[in-house]
């Protein structure tokens, strides 16, 4: 007894399978041979297509076709969801978010530029006040790679032949979305691509030929550790010295510190229950850093370093535990003195005595 192979039902293989014997452009009579072809309902086949549908009893199987379709699709059905933060119930407000808030609420093109050292949530902090309003945001992270291609766009190869794709920047300038460049230090000059763009012009795309002009509310904000003039103490590796006309076209620069420790514990507070714990942590982190702005040690601690703690703490269940795994990435050194520190700002700390002195060799 012969038994017959089923044949997979594919959105790939019934597409293949249409555009070999019919062309891109197919109706509700090749979908039912192509039903027969599969030995499936036409049902099915019609689901298979769901984002190549063009009207009523009309499909377009190429890919550029799909992807307007469904893009259209997405507008209509709302228009925000994709592209606006979603809100985070444990974010504190702190730093400098109300002035970015006020810069995003007012839809006025005024480029920003905040720097701060790691993990003091500049990111987070632009992300929230675009949730808090309900504003769309694209964020780009930045490489010593990235290019003109990867900001403004380009050909694509699409169903055999090479098709326009608008990168970030054109898409913000056309929604009229904020635009997040994230590590903007990291760029090299390829970032100059993006000069008009700063000043409000909007762009010309020399490829296809069109003027694309900033929509209400488009706006840059830019994210950094240094401030453009590369990293001199060597901490930050990979940030460059930035071409003084482009820094020249961010309006304000905003300097983002570390949370005072109220603020921090609040912070902490949201991701653990042990406030005295947060509390011990935020006085640890505000000594550490103290030493570091007077030159005493070469690591701090970051309100991101803290959380992890936290975290660490939630899933462990001990504070000695959360606070080791968490600053092992230190050297041996640095993650002594740190130890030696938090052990004597809590007395319920039980580290080993082994962590606290220098190993033999």
């Given at each position: ?170 898409e913000a300038l056309e929604r009229g979305a904020i635009l997040l460049l994230d590590e903007i230090d990291l760029a090299s000059n390829k970032i ?147 130890l030696e520190l938090y052990d004597k700002i809590d007395a319920d700390f039980n580290v080993s005595s082994d962590d606290l002195t220098d190993q033999?060799?």
């Open positions: 007894m012969a038994f017959q192979t089923e044949i997979p039902v594919t959105t790939e293989g019934v597409v293949e399978y249409l555009t070999s014997n019919f062309g891109t452009e197919v109706s509700t009579q090749e979908l039912l041979k192509a039903a027969d072809e599969f030995k499936c309902s036409y049902a099915t086949i019609k689901k298979r297509l769901k984002q190549y549908k063009k009207s009523i009893g009309k499909w377009n199987l190429t890919i550029e076709e799909a992807r307007e379709v469904f893009e259209k699709q997405i507008v209509k059905s709302d228009p925000k969801a994709s592209l606006v933060p979603s809100k985070d119930e444990l974010y504190v407000p702190f730093g400098n978010f109300n002035s970015v808030k006020k810069i995003i609420k007012s839809k006025k093109f005024y480029p920003t530029f905040i720097t701060g050292l790691s993990g003091n949530g500049k990111t987070f902090g632009v992300e929230q006040a675009a949730s808090s309003l309900n504003r769309e945001l694209i964020r780009v992270n930045i490489t010593v790679e990235t290019d003109e291609d990867d900001l403004i766009g380009g050909f694509r190869l699409s169903n055999g032949s090479t098709v326009w794709h608008n990168g970030p920047v054109i100059l691509c993006l000069q008009s763009i700063l000043e409000g012009k909007g762009v010309f795309l020399k490829k296809i030929g069109k003027y694309v002009r900033p929509a209400d509310g488009f706006n840059v904000i830019a994210t950094a550790n240094t401030k453009g003039k590369g990293s001199d103490d060597g901490r930050f590796i990979g940030t460059n010295v930035l071409n003084e006309a482009f820094l020249e076209r961010f309006a304000i620069t905003l300097e983002q510190e570390y949370p005072s420790p109220a603020i921090e514990v609040k912070i902490l507070h949201k991701q653990c229950a042990d406030k005295d714990f947060c509390a011990r942590l935020a006085d640890w982190a505000q000594i550490i850093r103290k030493t570091f702005a007077d030159g005493g040690i070469d690591e701090v601690i970051s309100t991101r370093r803290l959380v992890h703690i936290v975290k660490a703490f939630e899933i462990f269940g001990s504070k000695e535990d959360a606070i080791q795994f968490s600053i092992n990435r230190f050297d041996d050194e640095t993650k002594q003195a740190f033999p060799n």
